[in-house]
């Protein structure tokens, strides 16, 4: 219970760094600057992500399709981090994925309203390397992005990038 508490400060707090490095350096954050600081956010999750797919997937015998995987992410993956499953997981079976977790962890501190509706994508970025790191790892190039359309409900797409 600790531990969940303290992953969630220290990822309020490395949003709000990011954010106020950028702003200090240029005074007011327009569209590009917002985009830098998503894109920073997520080069860290995607490192982080790759790390603990590894420890993870250790003593795990290979997967047999990239379903199998996305399955694995939503169970064992996402229990790790978010101390629960997703909630759903769908798939057009062409490389397609959404899964939805309606009570994501990194959005409970911030309102329930619609009032911190446009705070939420920062909060996601992390969130969204972090899958894509795993996923990496796993042998799967993939675009991760995330919406909330009510809090603390998200949804994450997830497109397998075929070679």
Not at 131 to 157: H, I, W, Y
């Amino acid at each position: 219970m600790t531990d969940e508490a303290l992953f969630e400060f220290l990822h309020m707090e490395i949003v709000s760094h990011v954010y106020k490095e950028q702003q200090s350096s240029k005074g007011e954050m327009d569209n590009k600057d917002r985009a830098v600081c998503v894109s920073v956010l997520e080069g860290m999750g995607f490192r982080v992500g790759q790390g603990l797919i590894e420890r993870l997937t250790r003593d795990s015998p290979s997967f047999k399709d990239e379903l199998d995987i996305m399955k694995f992410v939503c169970k064992d993956f996402w229990t790790k981090v978010f101390r629960r499953q997703v909630d759903n997981l769908r798939t057009n079976h062409q490389g397609t994925y959404v899964l939805q977790d309606n009570k994501f962890t990194l959005l409970t501190q911030l309102s329930s309203g619609k009032q911190y509706l446009d705070q939420a994508p920062k909060y996601l970025a992390f969130s969204c390397g972090m899958v894509r790191g795993a996923l990496s790892n796993l042998g799967l190039d993939s675009v991760v992005t995330a919406e909330v359309s009510v809090m603390p409900s998200c949804k994450f797409q997830v497109v397998i990038q075929k070679l």
